[in-house]
């Protein structure tokens, strides 16, 4: 890979997430060269894809170009590049783009779903770690909502109008709730020929309680908002197949054409770096390093550092992920100086879920709330990480009133193009010297 | 197709662009039952596609979910639907979702991209009809500049930087403005280590000048504007042929990776209506039926209205479209009243194209202007008829703000997504008694 070769040490950081974009950032003016690996030219707002598969996000609300972060930040590179594995031994990333040296390496890989094997279940279900699959999920949604007005039996009706949803954390929270809002308020003025009251949207969720991270308070707040608004919440129950038109659990079926999977993720690491435990994340010490790999850290929903209080480690949250590329970033430096790493130490800022409007729960460290107050919380946290966002929003209006700002910010390769290949005509190589 | 059979007349519309959908809203609250057909769930502002293609705009400001207009419209229904044919005789529509029987049938089919019979080129170039083809070229251009700072030879970087668009009718002006802007204002800042002075945007045009249906006021100042802004523009010259690395026109060779044929559109009309001309337009009289089909008529692009004024017929316009489709709408109410048919006239309202910030030609029937005020004239038209999705945009203002307005416009089935056919399990039937 042609990155210049300078005297300045290489950070090769694989992944720009939450964890890997916040670590580049505050590396700015770091006496480092930075080069920052992705497999898409764009950063993901993974907490509000939901709102981008239930229609109410566009996609550049919720993803944002990384060259556009890293404008005018000297000694940074960024590649779109896939990453096969890692040579420790030699201190190469083995890219699709060739090999890339480094001087340290920062894994910052993130989440993938996580099916437990079953096969079937991952061909058939929607999940949402990605745009991608946010935006299939979206056209499903819609498409089976246009089939049921050519179905002609009330069964094929419901099966294609229903949705399921497998897991009872965050993701499968907010999305069963922005599903009930969608039911109430949007399908019944856009199919008035369906009877859109027959349409069930069920939450199914293995454990005992919904969102078994949070308080019990916050568990049972969610769960009756979700019930306030039609949502059929079933506990305790785990799916065992889907054949495309039927779920099964345990003990019963229920009819659905859209099975959404958010029951697990795991982490995804890249092959040849350091010990991987049981949630397919690598384990780290306190400085975040890779046990077992010199100059090797790992931060974010990949990385896990086990402790008697923690022994899953850290959670897999956005909140984290930034928390540990601050840390990071502030560790490398000290390297630079000279100076001796300090220890991460874990500040909990607590965690939020929204289920509607004016419906949300909050565990802060000091305090608890449900509700309202809540959902404002959630509210200014989103509005806060969404900063960029919203600036990008604002030009859209710039657009609509003034026309043209002229750095716009849709530069995103959602869906890459791929050309055909045919028999070439003339001479490819004669393309030097021809006179435009 | 289960549309209810009432005792009104029913009229098929085919088609949502602009002559087909500002009929149907202008036959609100008529006698008729409305049938509203198209392939997508959307209406698409193809006026605008090339700024989703520049990534000026996302695809929800440039289309309008078909359903949100009609709401609450009584007697109306919309199908997403592909008709493969008109039996004129039996008077019925035949799509993929069965046979739909008409009193009165109105195909708006709009436009393709002519290639002229070139196959390769019709294989390798990119056009933009659509917004699928739109979002394809904005991946293709990102690609290509990742993909240029991986080219190990400056021959190969010229290539994947420059972009050849064939057409010099409003579409490739507007484009290569567009293109040019990137180029200048955005394009150094994303990718400081490419040398974006060596991108070439090349506009080939096969007649003399520029926008041959405008004025040659506008043709020398829409030349002068792009040539001021660095694309090379080329007059009098035909591209022959591409092989994916080189354009070959009549007497030189272009390197470049992407090829845009905007050179030339032509009528879809629906097999088995009418006489079709050399356009691939089908023949219509003054009042917009189609000769030799009974209760069938046509308007927009596909139809062509010929007089000695207008051998070829009406120019293929989104006002053009819209005036025909509030003409329709009012003589086929006077069809109810049992009152005569008036004979179409068609107004000129003048065209405009517009090339950049402050960069516009307009030809009015009054007076022709270009520059800033043709700009400005450019962008009042535009917001007027944007009125729709400037609402979209502010909900998506209240959205960041408020966070959830609960009509969301995002509704559109942009990319279909294919689920995958697998060997069901149990018994598919049964799912009628299932307790959920």
């Not at 002609?152 to 499968?172: A, D, Y």
């Not at 709330?369 to 946290?381: D, E, K, P, R, S």
């Amino acid at each position: 890979m042609n990155i210049p070769q300078t005297n300045q040490k290489r950070i090769v950081i694989i992944g720009s997430g939450f964890a890997g974009l916040t670590l580049a950032q505050n590396l700015k003016g770091s006496a480092f060269q930075i080069v920052l690996l992705d497999r898409n030219n764009y950063h993901t707002f993974q907490p509000l894809l939901y709102q981008v598969a239930t229609s109410g996000l566009e996609p550049d609300s919720v993803t944002y170009p990384i060259r556009k972060v890293f404008q005018h930040q000297k000694n940074f590179f960024f590649r779109i590049a896939d990453v096969a594995s890692v040579d420790t031994k030699r201190k190469m990333v083995v890219t699709d783009h060739g090999e890339l040296s480094y001087d340290y390496l920062v894994m910052a890989t993130g989440a993938q779903t996580n099916f437990f094997g079953n096969k079937r279940i991952e061909d058939l279900s929607m999940s949402m770690k990605s745009i991608r699959e946010a935006l299939d999920l979206r056209s499903l949604l819609l498409q089976n909502f246009e089939e049921a007005l050519m179905a002609n039996t009330e069964g094929k009706k419901k099966e294609l109008m229903n949705v399921v949803i497998v897991g009872g954390g965050p993701t499968g929270v907010e999305l069963a709730g922005a599903l009930a809002e969608l039911k109430s308020y949007v399908l019944p003025n856009d199919y008035p020929d369906l009877d859109i009251s027959q349409m069930k949207i069920v939450l199914v969720q293995g454990a005992p309680r919904l969102l078994p991270n949070m308080s019990e308070k916050a568990s049972a707040k969610a769960l009756e908002f979700l019930q306030s608004m039609g949502v059929v919440v079933l506990l305790n129950k785990v799916v065992k197949d889907y054949d495309d038109h039927c779920i099964f659990t345990n003990d019963e079926q229920i009819p659905a054409r859209t099975l959404i999977w958010s029951a697990g993720v795991m982490g995804q690491p890249v092959t040849g770096v350091g010990e991987i435990n049981r949630g397919n994340r690598v384990e780290v010490d306190e400085y975040f390093q890779v046990r077992g790999a010199e100059d090797v850290f790992s931060i974010g929903d990949v990385a896990s550092m086990t402790s008697e209080q923690l022994p899953k480690g850290h959670p897999m949250m956005a909140s984290v992920a930034c928390q540990q590329g601050i840390f990071l970033a502030n560790n490398l430096k000290r390297i630079v100086k000279g100076e001796e790493l300090k220890r991460y130490e874990h500040i909990d800022r607590g965690s939020m879920a929204t289920v509607g409007k004016n419906k949300a729960v909050a565990d802060l460290p000091n305090f608890k709330t449900q509700g309202i107050l809540a959902w404002y919380l959630w509210m200014f946290v989103h509005l806060f990480l969404l900063v960029g966002f919203r600036n990008r929003v604002v030009a859209l209006i710039d657009w609509a009133w003034g026309y043209f700002t002229y750095d716009t910010g849709i530069r995103l390769i959602i869906r890459p193009f791929k050309r055909k290949v045919v028999e070439p005509v003339g001479n490819p190589d004669k393309t030097e010297s021809v006179n435009v």
